[in-house]
């Protein structure tokens, strides 16, 4: 299906948009208006766009119902600073409290039951259960039209970062592992990130994978082989070779029991080398799969 973005209307875009652009990390924005009014507000169109600057972007965004603004962006263009608390799995409750259209003389952090801590630069206070806090001056706030719906981007340099010490590694690093991020996807669908649902995949360095395309066509053209599979078998920086020394028991087997039909082989074939693979066993995947090839 297509859906023509002149046809729909502005809570449907937002809708569709929502839940395709997800999971999207959390701001909880602190700020304070010139009469020193402390607001703080969950925004999830947020992210990092640069490390030096240092500049993160949220968008608290006319609202589409009435078309009238946020008191955080109020806040930002009376007072140029604010601090982004990074939303964990212990807060998400609170946090959402927080995002009520309380009236602007209602402070969320006693609403939501967070704990004021002075920053060091800015005026806004941080949240203190918050592991990782960023203080911020407001570099310029760039609105992206005067319609309900209009993203109002807050264009935030980071001056300094908090990070609660439970959540580094013995690098002395911060233990993805540790943080217990949130993040908010369409609807009302949150993700927690744990242990559980975190993998990694190999950073391609500056040396340059051979491709999808340099694959053997068997290999390439492969029924078992997932394009995951074949992204890995890419990634390696020149096409293997067979090595001599690579001695394989379940290998031996199948090319054993499977002489007769040579399809029946390279499919058993494929499907160790899909197992390897999943195992992240590259090497070996490639082994098993060039010796289908030289059969
Ligand atoms: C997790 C979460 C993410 C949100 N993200 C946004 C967002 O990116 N932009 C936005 O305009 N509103 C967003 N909202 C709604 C605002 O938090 C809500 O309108 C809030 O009342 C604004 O408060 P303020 O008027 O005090 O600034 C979000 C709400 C939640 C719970």
Not at 198 to 225: H, Y
């Amino acid at each position: 299906m297509v859906l023509d973005f002149t046809k729909i209307s502005t809570t449907e875009k937002q809708q569709w948009l929502n839940h395709a652009i997800a999971p999207r990390p959390i701001c909880f924005a602190s700020t304070i208006d010139k009469e020193g009014h402390v607001n703080l507000s969950p925004f999830s169109f947020f992210n990092l766009f640069s490390s030096q600057p240092p500049i993160v972007i949220f968008s608290p965004a006319r609202r589409v119902r009435d078309n009238t603004t946020k008191h955080t962006l109020q806040n930002v263009l009376e007072v140029p600073e604010c601090v982004i608390n990074i939303v964990d799995y212990a807060m998400v409750q609170q946090t959402s409290l927080s995002s009520c259209e309380f009236p602007k003389s209602v402070d969320e952090f006693i609403k939501a039951g967070f704990t004021k801590e002075a920053a060091t630069m800015v005026k806004p206070p941080m949240v203190k259960e918050a592991k990782i806090k960023l203080e911020c001056k407001i570099n310029e706030v760039k609105s992206l039209g005067d319609e309900g719906g209009a993203g109002q981007l807050v264009i935030a340099e980071v001056l300094c970062m908090h990070v609660d010490e439970s959540i580094l590694g013995d690098d002395g690093k911060i233990d993805q592992r540790k943080l217990h991020l949130v993040a908010r996807l369409g609807g009302d669908w949150y993700c927690k990130v744990d242990e559980t649902n975190l993998f990694k995949v190999n950073k391609p360095n500056t040396q340059l994978g051979i491709g999808v395309d340099a694959l053997p066509e068997g290999i390439r053209n492969s029924p078992i082989l997932t394009g995951n599979h074949l992204g890995l078998l890419g990634n390696v920086h020149d096409v293997p070779v067979i090595n001599p020394a690579f001695s394989d028991d379940r290998l031996k087997n199948i090319i054993q029991y499977y002489s007769i039909s040579p399809t029946e082989m390279e499919k058993e074939l494929h499907v160790y080398a899909a197992e390897l693979l999943n195992a992240g066993k590259v090497s070996e995947a490639w082994q098993i799969l060039l010796s289908g090839e030289n059969i």
